[in-house]
């Protein structure tokens, strides 16, 4: 990884960590988890700057995790009755590329999932290789509302020797080895939990029936809810304690601010995939030899007044050089195909990407501070140079 991407882990690293659940420890929302902090970013404008360009850094890990096809990710997003789970993932996601992002919402089990054993539905949903699968709602559900209403637990038909005191003991342990055999096969899992308070809850809840385009999201059953606050803050924070594993840790993700918690929740994912760090596939020199051979046959077509290679010809990369980025770490040839596509778009011409990679992450952090030969780089978000501006 080039220097600055290494301190931009760094930084989110760093950002991250107080909203991690250590595995092992014992969870008290009330005394170790604030739903208002803000890590100090003192205005929203700055939060939602980081957020845009987070979301960048989020767009091109993913390009890259959906090409190499090893390792899938899944999100659990777990919250109380308006956390904001649905604008989090609308907000966070919203970069990538549909195409490799699935969103799972799970709901009151239905007849023919009742009639299967309780990770069953969940199983059935997971990210293939290449994919983030986000679940609104997840498997914890099964130790959340399952557990805040029991009565949920009789319709899932278990056989009695399973329905004992010890139940969420046992699940919980089930949920973390489930988990880790998923880690184990390439499928890594992240969870967060929105953590709201009940006084913004309550504020949300009056927002939802002032505002005539919120009404439908108001439900009835969701303030009924709400008199199991107690019961829940329990809930989660046993679920908390107990399956925030080494290889699945829980964040805790503050929600009474909106632009804060979508903050949050687009640094921990991007903390993940940073840890992957999905590469694009390798050629070989003979594949590199096959595709020179395929160029020569190609140009030989040409109609006659029109350029033998029209890409090249328009100036977007040098004839002969290789579109791809040296990875001495590898030794190997790493081809990147959508970084050319990047520079084009948001730079125009660009005739020298010779260390793409470096222009890519400079780019996201709006420092490009050298235009290449024949180009016009401008950089457009000056603002993201600005140390208010750099992951806190
Ligand atoms: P919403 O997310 O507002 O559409 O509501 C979905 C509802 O489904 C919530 O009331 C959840 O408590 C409920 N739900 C989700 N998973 C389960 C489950 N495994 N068992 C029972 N209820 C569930
Ligand atoms: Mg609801």
Redesign the pocket.
């Given at each position: 990884m080039p220097d600055d991407m290494d301190a931009t882990a760094r930084r989110i690293a760093r950002f991250i960590k107080p909203l991690r659940v250590k595995p092992g420890s014992k969870v008290d929302l009330g005394r170790d988890f604030d739903p208002r902090y803000k890590a100090g970013i003192r205005r929203k404008k700055d939060g939602l700057e980081l957020l845009r360009v987070g979301k960048e850094l989020l767009a091109d890990y993913q390009a890259r995790l959906a090409a190499q096809e090893r390792y899938g990710v899944l999100v659990c997003l777990q919250a109380i009755?308006a956390g904001g789970k649905d604008g989090t993932i609308r907000h966070v996601m919203s970069g990538m590329n549909p195409q490799g992002v699935h969103v799972s919402?799970?709901?009151?089990?239905s007849a023919e999932e009742l009639g299967h054993d309780y990770l069953w539905r969940y199983q059935a949903r997971l990210p293939a290789r290449g994919d983030i699968a986000i679940f609104?709602?997840s498997h914890y559900?099964?130790v959340l509302?399952?557990r805040v209403?029991p009565e949920?637990l009789e319709r899932q038909k278990l056989p009695a020797h399973s329905t004992g005191k010890d139940i969420w003991q046992s699940r919980y342990a089930e949920i973390n080895d489930w988990e880790r055999y998923l880690t184990r096969n390439g499928i890594i899992v992240v969870k967060l939990f929105l953590n709201l308070s009940k006084e913004e809850q309550r504020a949300r809840f009056l927002k939802r029936i002032d505002l005539p385009e919120k009404n439908w999201k108001f439900?009835a059953?969701?303030v009924r809810?709400r008199q199991h606050w107690d019961e829940y803050q329990r809930a989660f924070e046993q679920m908390l304690s107990a399956t925030s594993t080494p290889s699945a840790a829980w964040y805790v993700i503050p929600a009474d601010r909106k632009w804060f918690a979508r903050l949050c929740a687009g640094a921990v994912l991007a903390h993940t995939l940073i840890k992957i760090d999905p590469r694009y596939p390798t050629v070989s020199q003979d594949a590199w030899q096959q595709l020179q051979t395929a160029r020569r046959e190609l140009e030989a077509e040409a109609p006659e007044g029109t350029p033998a290679d029209p890409f090249t010809a328009a100036g977007k990369r040098r004839r002969g050089q290789r579109p791809a980025v040296a990875d001495p770490a590898r030794g190997a040839l790493t081809v990147a195909p959508a970084l050319g596509r990047v520079h084009e778009r948001s730079f125009g011409r660009l005739d020298t990407p010779s260390r793409p990679t470096r222009f890519r992450i400079n780019e996201i952090f709006g420092r490009i501070r050298r235009p290449a030969m024949g180009s016009c780089v401008t950089t457009t978000r000056p603002s993201a140079a600005k140390p208010g501006h750099a992951w806190p």
């Open positions: 009755d919402s799970f709901k009151v089990p609104n709602r559900e099964e509302v399952v209403h949920n439900s059953a969701d809810e």
